[in-house]
Nanobody, 121 residues
């Protein structure tokens, strides 16, 4: 069973930056496809970024492309989400997710508890 714990959320002004971290345990991290999702109040959870097992490929929706960067350190069992040029509409709870499936996965099997990101205007 894979456990995921996010950290790094907080309150930031528009145009600012945050780096989220997600520490994984209980599994083989280097075999996991990792993703980040955001859920704004009253909205469905949305895909934000994903990274393949080796870190060689990354994927983003147009809404964050060029502003967010996903990366991973397989030696530290950690995936990161660097968020730059933040906008008020980026305000959401951000969840880390994992699956042993390759990319694109049919679903993510493991989820963290989420970390709140609030961007003020």
């Amino acid at each position: 069973q894979v456990q995921l714990v996010e950290s790094g959320g907080g309150l930031v002004q528009a145009g600012g930056s945050l780096r989220l971290s997600c520490a994984a345990s209980g599994g083989t991290f280097s075999s996991l496809t990792m993703g980040w999702f955001g859920q704004a109040p009253g909205k469905e959870r949305e895909f934000v970024a994903a990274i393949t097992r080796s870190g060689g490929w990354t994927y983003y929706p147009d809404s964050v492309k060029g502003r967010f960067t996903i990366s991973r350190d397989n030696a530290k069992n950690t995936v990161y989400l660097q968020m730059n040029s933040l906008k008020p509409e980026d305000t959401a709870v951000y969840y880390c997710a994992a699956t042993y499936s390759g990319y694109p996965p049919g679903r993510y099997d493991y989820w963290g508890q989420g970390t709140q990101v609030t961007v003020s205007s």
